[in-house]
């Protein structure tokens, strides 16, 4: 085991396997990168929206599914992208965008940092 600190995320992100974050002198989780991370998600970008949602909703469930900035961010294994793709255009909705994406270390240090701000 090797103990490495720094603010530097994307290199935490390559050098380590697990990660702890540090918050006030308290430990505010640990775990590896990728559960820290959430796993990989699809970003939907489709019209029309509301018909788009209720396909995804109906093919992940509507807990798997969430909307922003116009586009749709769906909590399925990416390798069902092309089932995904069938099922929306099987529903008459057209995909502009279809890939998949994962959150980076730093957007998750600074959510969890901002969620202990507040309380």
Do not use: K, W, Y
């Amino acid at each position: 085991t090797v103990m490495f600190s720094s603010h530097q995320l994307p290199e935490v992100e390559q050098v380590c396997d697990r990660v702890g974050v540090i918050r006030g002198g308290r430990l505010v989780v640990e775990t590896t990168v990728s559960e820290l991370r959430g796993g990989a998600r699809l970003l939907v970008r489709a019209a029309p929206q509301d018909r788009a949602l209720a396909a995804l909703a109906a093919f992940a469930g509507p807990d798997a599914v969430q909307r922003a900035d116009g586009v749709f961010h769906v909590a399925i294994e990416p390798g069902r992208a092309a089932e995904l793709n069938g099922s929306l255009v099987g529903s008459g909705v057209r995909i502009s965008e279809l890939r998949q994406v994962e959150r980076s270390l730093e957007d998750v240090f600074l959510q969890l940092v901002s969620q202990e701000g507040e309380r």
